[in-house]
């Protein structure tokens, strides 16, 4: 079974930074790939948006209301995924969540698999 464990967020001033950091593991077995992979988030009362997206070759895109301030990206010897969000506000803060799209390991591929979801509040 993959796991996803999900770091970094928290309280942050307007035009702050974090850096969510997304750590993939097994239960059993050898992650040998990664597939695409994406950060989305939830606002309060709003419904889960795509925020970033890196694929497997590495092309990347964001979403309209975060282009220019954050950034994705993965370190693959050591299977994390990486959020950097620089000039936050408030309209940032959100529940945020990574996913793989597909994952490669010993025991064969892992599909659609999501962390268990970080706070970020950004607020004065």
């Known amino acids: 079974q993959v796991q996803l464990v999900e770091s970094g967020g928290g309280l942050v001033q307007p035009g702050g930074s974090l850096r969510l950091s997304c750590a993939a593991s097994?239960?059993?077995?050898?992650?040998?790939?990664?597939?695409?992979i994406h950060w989305y988030r939830r606002a309060p009362g709003k419904q889960r948006d795509m925020v970033a997206m890196?694929?497997?070759?590495?092309?990347?895109a964001y979403a309209a209301p975060v282009k220019g301030r954050f950034a994705i990206s993965k370190d693959n010897a050591k299977k994390t995924l990486y959020l950097q969000m620089n000039n936050l506000t408030s309209e940032d803060t959100a529940v945020y969540f990574c996913?793989?799209?597909?994952?490669?390991?010993?025991?064969?591929?892992?599909?659609?698999?999501w962390g268990q979801g970080i706070h970020v509040i950004v607020s004065s």
């Open positions: 890196m694929s497997s070759n590495g092309e990347t």
């Open positions: 097994l239960s059993s077995g050898v992650i040998l790939g990664i597939g695409n």
């Open positions: 996913e793989i799209d597909r994952l490669e390991s010993s025991r064969g591929p892992w599909f659609d698999s």
